[in-house]
């Protein structure tokens, strides 16, 4: 119930949540006044700074980054090599990008926050994001439907989604089967979705590591056969809080407020769970959708900025 987390808020005081917020990993202006709480925003926060701040939770409370980011930020590079018979401005011939982790939150809140977003995908309103193996993660849906959100995390990747239209408010009423837009829709679903080609891939990658480690060691030539993802219901919890932050990009507008049970579509969602099971699922049929004319943009882990506004999460 947002009215919980709003009195907690109240009670912990905005101005310390917000300087939280931005040491887990949000870069943008973020509102003080008290419907902030619940996604107030005058300035929206981007996928991007989103799956950071989420990541930190999925980490254990440790912000990451890396040796090629400026100030904790997030980074893609994974190394650079300079051009034949030429050095980098060090000097050297290649640079590669190494881990660095900062403790900004308690290992044991990042634990119970992490515990508490597990239910969000198993009995909540992420439902339909479950993968069948342990996630967490929290919905948002401004109270206009102007932008709606999921950011989560498995084992390995946090992922946010947020769909909306990208150059106005546009209030997404009745673009989903007749309904409006919420995170628990398109964005739970786009989310479940990535997340099972990401595993599918990791899966399919793992085999051909393991048939040339055969192959090396045997000479067989062989490759056992391709791995599958399946789907599984299994209610194991498997905790792991390493993760890393996938980036596509699309410029998300935003506004307005989230209501129910989610976060404001601008803010960091508040807390909700997710179930937890062993084995990768297969996706969820989702539902047949109507096409909207001109439809909303998603985008999952971006860099777009949607605008702010006050409310509760759904």
Same mark, same amino acid.
């Given at each position: 119930?947002?009215?919980?987390?709003?009195?907690?808020?109240?009670?912990? %005081?905005? &101005?310390?949540? !917000?300087?939280?917020? &931005?040491?887990?990993? /949000?870069?943008?202006? /973020?509102?003080?006044?008290?419907?902030?709480?619940?996604?107030?925003?005058?300035?929206?926060?981007?996928?991007?700074?989103?799956? $950071?701040?989420?990541?930190?939770?999925?980490?254990?409370?440790?912000?990451?980054?890396?040796?090629?980011?400026?100030?904790? @930020?997030?980074? %893609? /590079?994974?190394?650079? #090599? @300079?051009?034949?018979?030429?050095?980098?401005?060090?000097?050297?011939?290649? #640079?590669?990008?190494? +881990?660095?982790?900062?403790?900004?939150?308690?290992?044991?809140?990042?634990?119970?926050?992490?515990?508490? +977003?597990?239910?969000?995908?198993?009995?909540?309103?992420?439902?339909?994001? !479950? /993968?069948?193996?342990?996630?967490?993660?929290?919905? %948002?849906?401004?109270?206009?439907?102007?932008?709606?959100?999921?950011?989560?995390?498995?084992?390995?990747?946090?992922? =946010?989604?947020?769909?909306?239209?990208?150059?106005?408010?546009?209030?997404?009423?009745?673009?989903?089967?007749?309904?409006?837009? +919420?995170?628990?829709?398109?964005? !739970?679903?786009?989310? $479940?979705?990535?997340?099972?080609? @990401? +595993?599918?891939?990791?899966?399919?990658? =793992?085999?051909?590591?393991?048939?040339?480690?055969?192959? *090396?060691?045997?000479?067989?030539?062989?490759?056992?056969?391709?791995?599958?993802?399946?789907?599984?219901?299994?209610?194991?919890?498997?905790?792991?809080?390493?993760?890393?932050?996938?980036?596509?990009?699309?410029?998300? $507008?935003?506004?307005?407020?989230?209501?129910?049970?989610?976060? @404001?579509?601008?803010?960091?969602?508040?807390?909700?769970?997710?179930? =937890?099971?062993?084995?990768? =699922?297969?996706?969820?049929?989702?539902?047949?959708?109507?096409?909207? *004319?001109?439809?909303?943009?998603?985008?999952?882990?971006?860099?777009?900025?949607?605008?702010?506004?006050? %409310?509760?999460?759904?």
């Amino acid at each position: 119930d947002n009215s919980i987390y709003a009195e907690v808020g109240l009670k912990v %005081g905005t &101005h310390r949540i !917000a300087h939280l917020a &931005h040491k887990m990993g /949000i870069t943008t202006p /973020i509102s003080t006044n008290p419907a902030m709480t619940i996604g107030g925003l005058k300035v929206g926060v981007t996928p991007l700074d989103m799956a $950071h701040a989420y990541e930190t939770i999925a980490h254990g409370g440790d912000r990451v980054s890396g040796t090629m980011a400026l100030d904790g @930020a997030p980074t %893609g /590079i994974k190394e650079v #090599d @300079a051009q034949s018979g030429q050095t980098l401005p060090d000097g050297h011939h290649r #640079d590669t990008n190494r +881990l660095r982790l900062q403790r900004v939150l308690p290992s044991g809140v990042a634990s119970t926050e992490t515990s508490v +977003l597990e239910t969000v995908l198993q009995y909540g309103t992420a439902r339909a994001a !479950a /993968i069948g193996q342990f996630a967490a993660g929290k919905t %948002g849906t401004t109270s206009n439907y102007g932008d709606a959100w999921f950011v989560g995390w498995d084992g390995k990747y946090t992922v =946010a989604v947020w769909v909306g239209y990208p150059d106005s408010l546009v209030p997404m009423t009745t673009q989903f089967q007749g309904g409006p837009v +919420l995170g628990g829709t398109f964005p !739970a679903l786009i989310w $479940h979705n990535f997340m099972l080609s @990401a +595993l599918q891939i990791e899966s399919e990658r =793992a085999h051909k590591a393991l048939s040339k480690k055969i192959a *090396s060691q045997t000479g067989a030539t062989e490759e056992p056969a391709e791995s599958t993802v399946t789907s599984s219901t299994s209610s194991k919890s498997v905790h792991a809080p390493g993760s890393s932050t996938p980036t596509e990009k699309e410029q998300p $507008h935003g506004g307005g407020a989230p209501k129910e049970s989610e976060p @404001a579509g601008n803010a960091p969602p508040s807390a909700e769970p997710t179930p =937890a099971t062993t084995a990768p =699922a297969a996706p969820t049929p989702a539902p047949s959708t109507p096409s909207p *004319s001109g439809p909303p943009t998603s985008n999952a882990g971006g860099t777009g900025a949607p605008t702010g506004g006050t %409310g509760a999460g759904n």
